[in-house]
């Protein structure tokens, strides 16, 4: 596989991987104290944020430099919430650095991997038509 084509498929692979991963959280929706309805309507709340970040992959996957933007931004903009949020549950900074490593580093990684993606795409277009002019 050409490396043009892996960093293709990289960032958009590693996307719908961490995107699965946070939509697992939705599963502690369902409780057997609420009716069906009520436990799907609760499941369908909880996916939102996969929603979103579904949302933001598809504009990744069009325009790679906005997408790597968005995906940079979230994972740091994100990663001090989530370490404060999971530090007061938990009371570890460990643990909770391995939250950070496991649910909002994968974005950036994504945002990043979508800009090498693009910057490369570009540099192949300015390298062609040098060859050719």
Known sequence: MKSTNLFHWLPRIIGILAILFVSMF????????????QQI???????IPSYILLVLLIV???????????????????S???FIHNYRMNGSVGLSLV????I??????????????????????????????
């Not at 069009?62 to 979230?74: C, D, L, R």
């Not at 950036?108 to 090498?116: N, S, T």
């Open 26 to 37: 939705a599963l502690d929706s369902f409780s057997p104290n609420l009716t069906a309805w």
């Open 41 to 47: 309507g609760a499941f369908l709340t909880h996916l």
């Open 60 to 78: 990744a996957w069009k325009w790679e430099f906005v997408g790597g933007i968005i995906f940079i931004a979230i994972g740091v903009l994100t």
């Open 80 to 82: 001090p919430w989530v």
């Open 99 to 102: 939250v950070i490593l496991s």
């Open 104 to 133: 909002t580093i994968p974005f950036a990684l994504v945002g990043v991997l979508f800009l090498i993606s693009y910057y490369r795409k570009k540099k192949k277009v300015v390298d062609s038509s040098n060859i050719s002019g």
